[in-house]
């Protein structure tokens, strides 16, 4: 659990020497969390997914699908079978059907795979970009009331991690959590924008929540 004082200090500044690891520090010691992502990609920027999620250390994955397409649906990734299962018609029933996390037909327009779509994955790509590349804080703004911090990651000489050549992101001050996360090919052209709301930090979830 994360101690009290964590939570009522800032601990993202436009000064930080490196707010991505000060996040990373931080996520590693949360054992769960939830949130609302809101996604659209590339060419698709009127089609917004819309996707309750839940991640459990280490790797359990659940997502829960709200709009547009396959409302209802429910995907679960277990690191114990490295397997997701999908119900179409809601968690337990019926049909289901098990897939790779490599298969397409699971995978975002972008080709988000359900087994590295979690803040873990997200802030390793940052962090290799960075390491190819630079970093640039944009300064301090507001997102729903919510105070955050604004950077930019780019790729030097057309480097790029998982096809992307420039992050965006928006950290919560407090957490380091994004609430907006921008992915650009090395053309500058969009591959996904993503929010995220309504975070929770270490819910207990029920014992059978991650069950396939």
């Known amino acids: 659990m994360l101690p009290d004082a964590m939570l009522t200090m800032a601990l993202l500044l436009p000064n930080s020497p490196n707010p991505i690891q000060s996040a990373v520090?931080?996520?590693?010691?949360?054992?769960?969390?939830?949130?609302?992502?809101?996604?659209?990609?590339?060419?698709?920027?009127?089609?917004?997914?819309?996707?309750?999620?839940?991640?459990?250390?280490?790797?359990?994955?659940?997502?829960e699908v709200v709009a547009p397409a396959f409302k209802g649906a429910v995907l679960i990734y277990s690191p114990v079978t490295e397997l997701v299962k999908l119900w179409?018609?809601?968690?337990?029933?019926?049909?289901?059907?098990?897939?790779?996390?490599?298969?397409?037909?699971?995978?975002?327009?972008?080709?988000?795979?359900?087994?590295?779509s979690d803040l873990g994955a997200l802030y390793q790509n940052v962090m290799t970009l960075q390491n190819q590349g630079k970093t640039t804080v944009i300064g301090t703004e507001s997102i729903a009331n919510q105070a955050v911090i604004h950077l930019i990651v780019d790729g030097e000489f057309g480097s790029s991690v998982s096809g992307v050549s420039q992050f965006q992101l928006w950290l919560d001050v407090t957490t380091g959590f994004p609430l907006k996360v921008i992915s650009y090919k090395a053309d500058g052209s969009l591959i996904e924008l993503v929010e995220m709301s309504d975070y929770q930090i270490n819910p207990m979830f029920p014992a059978d929540f991650f069950d396939q």
Do not use: C, W
């Open 88 to 116: 179409l018609f809601g968690y337990g029933s019926f049909p289901s059907f098990n897939f790779s996390p490599e298969n397409k037909l699971i995978q975002s327009p972008s080709g988000q795979r359900v087994d590295r």
């Open 25 to 63: 520090d931080y996520y590693q010691q949360v054992d769960t969390y939830q949130a609302t992502l809101k996604s659209s990609s590339g060419g698709q920027s009127n089609r917004q997914e819309i996707i309750r999620y839940y991640y459990k250390k280490h790797g359990y994955v659940r997502m």
